[in-house]
């Protein structure tokens, strides 16, 4: 639902820019595919003939969101995702740029097949890709992968997907390699031995379900080690997933230190916790897992404080048959590209974090710490801009998800607030009715 | 000639998934039923007819030979008509899934189906997809409640009650069921549960159980009245949790020695198969304290009287 592009007034909104502290009432003008204005009482005689004037009032006017993590079933998973039927729930969740994962099969670990995304992207997204490219070939973890070549075909950072780097020598070389090219490894931090057959998070809860628990310990000792290896190698580092009040501490540690370093939580870990899988309900079954109520909170005040930098939908469609399985045995991973917004108006509805700081976490600061374009509404910049309601209430229904798969956590919840409207490049590509 | 039954309890929820969510009021119930069936084996004529018509499908996706027969020989003391359906069956082997065997067999119409698997969880995935009744042979580490009840029943009639009784689970805590199903069972009813175990067979968090917890054979049966033995399977020296059963039993295995910290009068009791010279030696579960075998036929009764309490409540009953 793409519309021709005529200018766009939204009028009498309130504007939020993360990216310069703004929060101010007036109207914003597009127009070309780039932001032109914003200020108060730009009024019917300031805009070109033939503008689309949208009242704004009692909605937010924000830059679309930029989603850090989300995992797209292009090449080889298109039963799970496409392109096309990501780039839908992105525009409805207020998600104008998506960054997706490399471990799709093939891998993205050749020039190839960076350009095939970006060119399907072209042709069927509805919102902007871009590709992160695998750290090493195959995803394999014991060669680097061309990260020269990857870089100048497009992608956009490098990630061993939702794994770690398990061979430390590995690790460094390819923190020092990048860094020449001004790469950015973004890094999912868990030993995998540690996990073994682990499924939900250690704890009481997990031992009253029967259920092999994972130790924050997995998370913990791997972020360690690659802060001790920013630090060797003077290199930048961005964690992917962090989940525990353990692993906190030691990005406190790393930052306090002036390692170049930030980090993403994903929404899923910032509103939910282990309880909420309840009698073993399989969209809860995360990896990293949920983690205990007491994280959750550290996890909150991280991100009011700024050492989260990043929030990310982590979105993962997996289909009924993997989910439809005992627990130890079914797949984890939920969707989020659709829902990962009205999650996070939680969070500010009951006064855990303010919108801006939110907003900021899912737009600019992502978009700063790969050196995108987007989230922000600066005079010049790409007209990728969300209206958002509030406060409207509503009760999610799986069917009317626009991704394939329907493994959210969110079934059936109770939200308020959702994206009205969704502008990428000028262009209004969603529209609640 | 049936017996006058004298228990009118009737167990009003359409599973038995677990201990957990059983009043003590509804555990004593099915305790005091179960008491009745076992004088009925005694007898020569066993035959009862309270589940005439009704039809009982053991799916034991994990093998288990005393289980599933105990199950079969209750529900046709009942008067059911039992199939046996187990992992060496040919579509388990074709890889269908747990939940389209579940609506396979609901499509036939059972009445109850008794369900065992490796998963935990998996047991109630299942009885959310049948309309009959399910009641759960033990599922992976979670829960196995006949097991429990039948222990119960085992420990009251040995020793008149079970509040107050130190009972001491030893073992695999851990990947057990039997552990689980039975610290919830006696708390329930007043013992004092202690559990003794090396720290890597014991769960994180088992401290909130509401049992003592030690790593001492000497500590954790002193004063106790039952000495309940888990089996240590041997998959654990590979999983690094314990270093061999030879150093295994010499801490942890059961035998005369350490059996004497316990009451002069306690019993031993095994929800077996044993692995004999590896938890427990031949001379203690053989010995005049074991009621390994007595647990065994207070296995039938129990599940006589879970079928029985069920059945009472089942439609057009």
């Known amino acids: ?433 | 000639m049936n017996i006058a039954q004298k228990s009118t309890f009737v167990l009003n929820q359409r599973h038995l998934l677990g201990i957990e969510g059983l009043s003590s009021s509804e555990i004593l119930g099915l305790l005091d039923l179960a008491e009745e069936f076992v004088a009925l084996n005694r007898q020569i004529e066993k035959k009862q007819s309270s589940l005439r018509g009704r039809t009982l499908i053991n799916l034991f996706f994990e093998v288990s030979t005393r289980t599933q027969a105990s199950f079969e020989l209750a529900g046709k003391r009942l008067g059911a008509d039992v199939m046996n359906m187990s992992v060496g069956s040919s579509s388990m082997r074709k890889g269908e899934t747990l939940i389209d065997t579940a609506i396979t067999l609901n499509a036939m119409r059972p009445d109850i189906i008794v369900v065992r698997h490796h998963a935990s969880g998996a047991v109630e995935l299942l009885a959310r997809k049948v309309d009959c009744s399910v009641i759960n042979a033990g599922d992976g580490s979670h829960e196995h409640p006949t097991q429990a009840l039948l222990d119960a029943l085992t420990i009251r009639r040995n020793k008149g009650r079970i509040e107050r009784l130190t009972v001491a689970i030893c073992g695999d805590i851990l990947h057990s069921r039997v552990a689980r199903s039975n610290i919830i069972l006696l708390n329930a009813l007043g013992a004092r549960v202690r559990v003794v175990a090396p720290s890597t067979l014991l769960p994180v968090g088992i401290e909130r159980f509401g049992v003592e917890v030690t790593r001492d054979m000497r500590e954790g049966l002193r004063d106790a009245d039952i000495v309940m033995m888990l089996r240590l399977q041997r998959e654990r020296m590979n999983g690094s949790f314990v270093p061999s059963t030879q150093e295994y039993f010499h801490y942890f295995g059961l035998d005369q020695k350490k059996l004497a910290y316990a009451k002069p009068d306690a019993l031993v009791m095994h929800p077996g198969p044993m692995n004999r010279g590896v938890e427990i030696d031949t001379a203690v579960a053989d010995g005049a304290q074991s009621l390994i075998r007595e647990q065994v036929e207070m296995g039938v009764a129990v599940r006589m009287a879970v079928l029985e309490a069920m059945s009472r409540t089942l439609p057009n009953a």
């Not at chain 1, 639902?1 to 504007?15: D, Q, S």
């Not at chain 1, 939020?16 to 009482?41: C, M, N, Q, T, Y």
């Open chain 1, 1 to 433: 639902m793409v519309t021709e592009r005529r200018p766009i007034l939204l009028a009498n909104g309130r504007i939020l820019d993360p990216s310069r502290d703004l929060d101010i009432h007036g109207d914003l003008l597009l127009a070309d595919g780039v932001i032109r204005e914003a200020k108060r009482g730009i009024g019917a005689a300031g805009v070109p003939e033939g503008t689309e004037v949208i009242d704004c009032k009692g909605k937010v006017v924000a830059p679309g969101l930029v989603d850090m993590r989300a995992f797209v079933g292009e090449p080889g998973a298109e039963y799970r995702e496409t392109i096309a039927s990501a780039s839908q729930a992105a525009a409805a969740g207020g998600v104008t740029t998506i960054v997706c994962q490399p471990d799709t099969s093939p891998v993205i670990d050749d020039p190839a097949i960076v350009d095939f995304v970006l060119r399907r992207a072209r042709d069927t997204s509805i919102v902007h890709v871009q590709p992160m490219a695998a750290l090493t070939k195959g995803l394999r973890g014991d060669e680097m992968a061309e990260i020269g070549l990857l870089k100048a075909a497009g992608a956009i950072a490098f990630t061993q997907g939702a794994k770690s780097v398990t061979n430390a020598q590995v690790m460094r070389r390819a923190l020092t390699y990048a860094r020449d090219f001004d790469a950015l490894i973004v890094h999912h931090t868990e030993d995998p031995d540690i996990v073994g057959e682990g499924v939900m998070n250690e704890g009481e809860f997990a031992a009253r379900l029967g259920l092999m628990g994972v130790p924050t310990a997995a998370e913990t000792i791997m972020l360690e080690r690659d802060m001790r290896l920013v630090a060797l190698t003077e290199s930048r580092y961005h964690a992917a997933s962090l989940t525990c009040a353990e692993a906190l501490e030691v990005l406190r540690r790393a930052k306090e230190q002036g390692l170049q370093v930030t980090a993403s939580a994903s929404i899923n870990h910032l509103t939910l916790n282990e309880i909420d899988v309840g009698p073993y309900r399989t969209f809860l079954k995360l990896s990293p897992p949920l983690r205990a109520e007491d994280d959750r909170t550290a996890l909150v005040a991280a991100l009011a404080s700024g050492l989260i930098d990043v929030v990310m939908s982590d979105h993962n469609p997996q289909d009924v048959e993997g989910k439809r399985l005992p627990f130890a045995e079914a797949s984890a991973g939920a969707i989020g590209l659709e829902t990962m917004l009205t999650a996070g108006l939680r969070l500010v509805h009951s006064a855990e974090l303010p919108l801006m700081t939110l907003i900021k976490a899912m737009s600019s600061r992502p978009a700063e710490i790969l050196g995108l374009a987007g989230g922000t509404l600066r005079q010049g910049s790409p007209a990728d801009v969300i209206v958002i309601d509030l406060d409207s209430p509503w009760v999610l229904d799986p069917a009317e998800l626009k991704s394939k798969c329907k493994n959210t956590p969110f079934d059936e919840a109770r939200l308020q607030g959702r994206v009205v409207r969704t502008i990428v490049a000028g262009r209004t590509v969603y529209e609640y009715v």
